[in-house]
């Protein structure tokens, strides 16, 4: 029944997937279809969203803590423990919330569960990214934070919340076009993930697989114990989890690479995460289900 719930957009990010191998479109297709997905279809399908839904009330210092606490625990041990590998941190910790997560909130919990994950998902690449390069030496902080803080989905979330808060109208026209614009959000993210999945090539795969298990398996259950020992929301814990079981986020590899690092151990991670999550993330919809 679960693994039903999901098909649709497994088949989605299949066809993706089979479009970037047959090269029935022309090249780079999957480029342009990630760039305007990320940067104008979610977008408008966040601050649709944000201006609609708002913040609910139960939005608290618990529920960021009882995703961030365990996200910064893991990459702390990852970074600056056991291996220190800030790579593998960042892909251990870095959730594709925006391409998987939301769809996957969407056709579990209905839209309006996406009020837990706008808080989540506004800090979420800035304080991974920051993250990594801290672990890096320090460098280039001021540009992953103005990055980060000016991206279009950060803007578009911030503004829709703004708008809710202060309770001011979207002409109609413009409400309709960004509705239009909103309902093609979610298909194109997952074509356009399956397409980016098929150019990964599986390099380094024990150590991917590894960092993988971590992303899938660790790292939801960490979030889960906090979030219960913090007591927060029933509504909110299922959000939480699923958010922090989506796979290794595409953004992890082109940062690692981006840097002058083999992205190697990363880009596995993101493939054989984002196969496995077939598997895990109907299981942790179970799990949060039956808590």
Known sequence: MLVMLLLPLILLAAAGCLLARINWLKEGWHHGLAEITSKFLLPAFLFTGAYKNGLPASVSWQIMAAFYVPMVALFAVAAW?????????????????????????????????????????????LLNFLLYFLAQGGAHIGRALLSALTHPIVVSLMAGLAMNLLNRAVPTPIA???????????????LALGASLAKLKLQSAAAGAGVAAVKLLVLPAAVLACASALAIPAAALPVLVLMSACP?????????????????VVNSAILLSSVACIVTIPMWLWIVGAA
Do not use: W
């Open 81 to 125: 423990g056991l291996r220190r590998q800030p790579g593998s941190a960042l892909a251990a910790s870095y959730s594709n919330n925006v391409f998987v997560g939301i769809p996957v909130l969407v056709a579990a919990f209905g839209e309006t569960s996406l009020q837990f994950a706008y808080p989540i998902i506004a800090f979420h690449t």
């Open 176 to 190: 309709k076009a960004l509705g239009m614009l909103a309902a093609t959000a979610l298909p194109c993210a997952l």
């Open 248 to 264: 290794v986020g595409v953004n992890a590899g082109t940062l690692v690479q981006a840097e002058g690092k083999d992205p190697g």
